[in-house]
């Protein structure tokens, strides 16, 4: 039988954005709960209800909704995990999104009552989202590292072993570093590298901490402190990394220049990172989900070519510029060679 389309379109993208937070909020909850390491073997709503002291009828329509959104699978009564899920949404998996979507979250949720104080001239800054503050990044590690390690590590180091000079023995600067685990994970395949750790003073006494409990890490990563506004990174180094760090520089073009001055000869400088359009409408994952951050903080997403245009300003040898579609928006890989001296 025909399904016959009935409304618009547009009616139609309206009425879904109700669903938004009922989708996340469903997730939300199953991760606080680690509910789905309940149902790695096919468990009934009535054998999980009772081991939690919930009402196994409510919980079967949880299950139901996990199962629409086509996390997990239902046959009769009883509920499993999707294969392709499992590293996923299982607790113990090293490639587990629930620590880092819960971060994320608490960054990205927006209400029309903050919405309208963000909007005010008189508004004031609000503390949980004030990325200008050093605070706010010395408390924001342990989520870092869980992005880092999860999603963004695994998609970014294939990139970074495929540029021309990647060897092992170089000297790293992990600009903005916000966690320890791109040099854990440069030190398993390149165990002779030396990094250097850049980041805020106070996001530098947590790291420093986590890197003196590993010998491994002890003997190969040193932590900077430092504001990429103020220069002083050290070096020279054969690598630089910026990953989704240099939305903070007030003055770009200085920050680049300062860094560049960093780069040993025939050095090379990755940057990965957004690049909104010129309108700035567009990718919709950024706009929208920058929209907390921004709305507090005011923009922070760089532009299309904003970045290659500093850095040809410093005559590098070769500046390659790659667009990339993840799981979480399309990113831009900027790889720039410093000439050999």
């Not at 879904?16 to 709960?33: D, Y």
């Not at 395949?189 to 491994?216: A, G, H, M, W, Y």
Request: a negative charge.
């Amino acid at each position: 039988m025909t399904t016959t389309q009935c409304g618009t379109p547009e009616q139609s993208k309206l009425f879904s954005a109700l669903l938004g937070p009922i989708h996340w909020q469903l997730l939300e909850f199953t991760f606080t709960h680690q509910l789905f390491d309940r149902f790695q073997q096919c468990t009934s709503a009535e054998e999980a209800g009772n081991d939690l002291n919930w009402r196994p009828d409510r919980l079967e329509l949880l299950l139901n909704a996990c199962v629409a959104l086509g996390f997990m699978h239902k046959k009769n009564a009883g509920y499993t995990v999707k294969n392709s899920y499992r590293p996923l949404l299982l607790s113990d998996s090293e490639s587990y999104l629930g620590e880092t979507l819960l971060h994320l979250s608490r960054i990205k949720q927006l209400t029309p009552e903050t919405m309208l104080t963000w909007l005010s001239p008189r508004q004031e800054q609000h503390a949980v989202l004030n990325m200008r503050n050093e605070q706010f990044w010395q408390n924001a590690t342990s989520g870092l590292q869980a992005f880092h390690q999860s999603i963004r590590n695994p998609i970014l180091l294939p990139l970074i072993r495929d540029i021309p000079h990647w060897r092992d023995g170089l000297t790293i600067l992990d600009l903005g570093a916000g966690s320890v685990q791109l040099a854990r994970d440069i030190l398993k395949q390149s165990p002779n590298s030396q990094i250097t750790l850049f980041d805020l003073p106070p996001c530098c006494e947590v790291l420093q901490k986590e890197v003196l409990t590993d010998t491994r890490l002890a003997s190969h990563v040193s932590v900077r402190p430092g504001d990429m506004n103020q220069g002083d990174f050290g070096g020279p180094y054969q690598l630089m990394i910026a990953a989704m760090s240099l939305y903070f520089a007030r003055d770009l073009a200085q920050c680049i220049d300062d860094l560049w001055q960093s780069l040993a000869p025939g050095g090379t400088f990755i940057s990965f990172h957004e690049a909104l359009n010129t309108t700035r409408t567009q990718p919709l994952y950024h706009v929208l989900g920058r929209l907390p951050a921004e709305l507090a903080n005011g923009p922070l997403s760089l532009s299309h070519g904003q970045l290659e245009a500093t850095l040809a300003a410093n005559n590098p040898v070769s500046l390659s510029t790659y667009p990339l579609k993840t799981p979480f928006g399309e990113m831009t890989l900027i790889v720039a060679t410093k000439g050999a001296e």
